[in-house]
Structure formats: structure tokens, C-alpha cells
């Protein structure tokens, strides 16, 4: 599996491998946490991140019915609470990275304060990096607005 995987620098310098999951891709962050640990690969010997925004509803299906999708997309505090919780069974000390998938202006996401403070609390309690995939004809306008983005701490500290 290694031998397949894009690698990453760790603080050392060193590579490892990089492990990229999502909520959306099936089973990928319970396929990936269950091989780790059943392999006795320790945390710091893998990059993993995820993403979160996206639920997969095609039961494994290939083929679906006319307008039926594959996943959908939901960038809300309600998705996010549900998904990150389901991340950390699944992926739990292994996970460095954790991204909001494929964010676009019309999702909300980067008007949702609600959501900032949530991603914040969640960098803080769990260590993990944040940060965003992005879609759509205008990434690299959403990219400049996101960098904008600015949480107030409970001790009225702004933080990015």
C-alpha cells in the first residue's frame, strides 16, 4: 500500500506516506484507520487528512437512476458535528489534516461563523491542521476570501 501513496515531509524531514480520505469516498477513512492499526503502523509513520461535507449515498451502486447522486454536499454545523465524530472513530490519532471538501461560494461555508468556531474548537481539541479543498470556475477568488477568515476565541483573541 505504502509503495503507492504520495509522500509528505515530516518534521524530521523524512518522507511518509500521505493517506488522503473523505466522507464521500465510501468506506475510505474506516478502510484506511482499520488497516493501520491492523498493520501496527503508529501515527507519526503516515500523513493522513480527510474531508469533511459530503455524504456518499450510492450504497455502492455504479449505476443509479436519472438524477440520483453519488454523494451530497452539505457544508451546515449539523453535517459537520455528525461527520467529525465519525472521522475520529474512524480515524482517530492518525488523522494530521482536516479539510472542508470542495467548498464553493454557493455552499455557505465561508460566511458560516458557526462552522469557523467549530473547525477552531476542533484544531484545538484535536491537534489536526484545517484547511479546504476548493471547486468551481472562481477557486482562486474563494481561496483569497477564505484566507480572510478570522475566529474570535472565548478571550476575544482573533485568530486565522
Do not use: M
Request: proline content about 3%; charged content about 30%; hydrophobic content about 30%.
Amino acid at each position: 500500500l505504502f509503495q503507492q501513496c504520495k509522500s509528505t515531509t515530516d518534521d524530521h524531514g523524512d518522507n511518509i506516506p500521505w493517506l488522503d480520505c473523505a466522507r464521500s469516498y465510501g468506506l475510505s477513512e474506516k478502510f484506511v484507520g482499520d488497516y493501520l492499526r491492523s498493520n501496527n503502523i503508529r501515527p507519526e509513520e503516515v500523513y493522513v487528512s480527510s474531508k469533511w461535507g459530503y455524504t456518499y449515498v450510492a450504497d455502492w451502486n455504479v449505476e443509479l437512476g436519472e438524477g440520483e447522486p453519488h454523494e451530497v454536499k452539505d457544508h451546515s454545523l449539523e453535517n459537520f458535528v455528525k461527520q467529525v465524530e465519525e472521522t475520529k472513530t474512524h480515524l482517530g490519532p492518525y488523522l494530521n489534516l482536516y479539510q472542508v471538501h470542495s467548498a464553493t461560494f454557493e455552499s455557505g461555508i465561508l460566511a458560516d461563523t458557526q462552522v469557523h468556531q467549530a473547525l477552531h474548537r476542533c484544531r484545538l481539541e484535536n491537534g489536526w491542521k484545517i484547511g479546504l479543498s476548493v471547486s468551481g470556475p472562481n477557486q482562486d477568488e474563494l481561496i483569497r476570501e477564505a484566507l480572510k477568515i478570522h475566529v474570535v476565541d472565548e478571550e476575544g483573541e482573533e485568530e486565522e
